[in-house]
């Protein structure tokens, strides 16, 4: 209807979908995760979406300051996660501690590369750590991190 209304052809629809959902208008940011964020010395994305969007939405919510690197795996000429190329290209640069996923996919290379492992709203995915809620992260992981950081 409204692509009639504002005189958009029919054939832009597909177009229209697919960077709707690649820059996720509607998307928000999970709650407290700025706090979580802010807690750590050096974050880091590795993501399969492209670089262009991820950028967007950071920026869009003001994130992308507490970001060291964004690393998109396809884009950057990485094989796709579960592979643990595109971690270990991080981590030529910087340690990692702690790596926080929401699939099974995100946390495997992070567990061969012997990195600790937080499943975000999944409890069925094999993780060190599960959070349903950025809001535990200080007592739930942050005590275990903080460990690290001191040996």
Do not use: C
């Not at 099974?104 to 750590?129: C, H, M, Q, W, Y």
């Amino acid at each position: 209807m409204a692509f009639q209304h504002y005189g958009i052809d029919e054939s832009k629809r597909e177009e229209y979908i697919k960077l709707y959902n690649q820059y996720s208008f509607n998307s928000q940011p999970f709650e407290h995760v700025k706090e979580v964020l802010q807690v750590a010395d050096d974050n880091f994305i590795v993501t399969h979406r492209d670089k262009e969007s991820t950028l967007f939405l950071l920026e869009k919510f003001n994130l992308l300051r507490y970001f060291k690197v964004v690393v998109s795996v396809e884009e950057e000429g990485f094989a796709r996660k579960p592979h643990a190329a595109s971690y270990q290209h991080v981590m030529k640069d910087y340690p990692i501690d702690l790596v926080i996923g929401d699939r099974e996919l995100d946390l495997i290379p992070a567990r061969e590369l012997g990195i600790k492992t937080v499943a975000f709203d999944n409890s069925d995915i094999e993780a060190d750590f599960h959070l349903d809620s950025y809001a535990d992260f200080s007592t739930t992981v942050l005590p275990y991190v903080n460990k690290i950081d001191s040996n």
